[in-house]
């Protein structure tokens, strides 16, 4: 089997869960990975399981053999990463989001166009057994038409939000920000399933802790969001409301999805449980693909994405090889019209106002 020839710059996502990933999946070999901020190389090695490590990533790119760009650095970095890689005839796998703003992600989509590259945009989440499940039950059409959805997530970190600094997460200049962090896989995930994109939101983005006083005095001042409420409306008709909040004390996360169609009923918990009601019936389990877990070996932290993440890796692996990428994997196309739900969150909070789209 040819392996793919992966490069990955960032030391963060990219070395705890991108590096391992591929190092255990055998249609890749990850030929090197790049710091950006010039890490501990020692740590970098240890947590990604890849010796070769670069300091300077467009020496990387210059150096190395490569057939797949992994972009995992901070968001304000994406555009120049990208278009580096594609003038170096190279394929690309962005995180999310895609880029600062559509500005940024039009100009990259012409770029990966005219390169004649792969353009994906790394939304793993899409692969987990339970969010396949929704989106075949969307397309079986078993709901009817669609009237409202209701997705929720409680993602904890108080604790966190008030001991250490957020670094570029909590500056809106450099792309941070719990919209972007999480808003944007939930944002993709309900237009994929739902093969509809938003045309109207009215949105708040709050900053529930807003400073962090380190034990020399340092604060941390945060610009960016830590939780949102949106309220909305799909091109489709349906009604939407997407809320996360991370100021909380819980010790678990918890997502919470509810469709409520004109045939019937679909909610989703936690990523690993469906349910489905038609009429007025109630709500009933519904079976998923069987979890596959990850190798004893695999470092812990990637290990929890494994379910989800080594599904993708086979689709990318797939599309590599037939030339035609998997419908579930998310593109370019997929990460701009995400930019542009974000950027009019953004508005819309700025504003007050309801923004169309």
Request: charged share 25%; hydrophobic share 40%; aromatic share 8%.
């Amino acid at each position: 089997m040819k392996k793919i020839k992966v490069g990955i710059i960032g030391t963060g996502f990219g070395a705890k869960v991108h590096a391992p990933m591929m190092k255990f999946h055998e249609g890749f070999e990850v030929v090197a990975i790049s710091s950006v901020s010039r890490g501990n190389i020692d740590q970098v090695k240890k947590e990604s399981l890849v010796d070769n490590v670069y300091t300077d990533w467009k020496k990387m790119l210059q150096e190395e053999d490569l057939d797949l760009v992994v972009i995992a650095s901070a968001v304000f970095l994406h555009k120049e990463m990208v278009l580096a890689a594609y003038e170096k005839g190279l394929h690309v796998i962005c995180e999310k989001p895609m880029a600062l703003n559509s500005c940024e992600t039009e100009e990259m989509l012409s770029v990966r166009n005219n390169a004649d590259k792969f353009g994906l945009i790394n939304h793993e989440f899409r692969f987990l057994p339970a969010r396949t499940k929704v989106k075949e039950l969307l397309d079986s059409g078993e709901l009817g038409e669609l009237l409202h959805i209701r997705y929720e997530c409680t993602f904890a970190s108080y604790e966190s939000l008030t001991s250490r600094s957020r670094g570029w997460l909590g500056q809106k200049e450099a792309g941070g920000g719990m919209l972007g962090a999480l808003g944007s896989h939930m944002i993709d995930t309900l237009q994929w399933w739902t093969s509809a994109t938003f045309k109207e939101v009215f949105a708040n983005l709050p900053i529930h802790v807003p400073t962090y006083t380190d034990s020399d005095g340092a604060i941390d001042v945060r610009t960016a969001d830590d939780g949102f409420q949106v309220i909305g409306r799909l091109a489709n008709g349906a009604t939407v409301t997407l809320e996360l909040v991370s100021a909380t004390r819980q010790t678990t996360n918890t997502w919470r999805l509810e469709i409520f169609g004109t045939n019937g009923t679909l909610s989703m918990l936690d990523d690993n449980q469906v349910f489905f009601s038609y009429g007025d019936t109630k709500l009933e389990e519904v079976e998923l693909s069987p979890v596959i877990h990850a190798p004893v070996e695999m470092p812990e932290i990637a290990a929890r994405y494994y379910n989800g993440f080594h599904r993708m890796l086979d689709a990318l692996k797939e599309s590599f090889d037939s030339g035609v990428k998997h419908p579930y994997l998310a593109d370019f196309e997929n990460g701009h019209q995400t930019q542009l739900i974000l950027d009019a969150i953004r508005m819309s909070s700025l504003e007050g106002k309801k923004i169309q789209l």
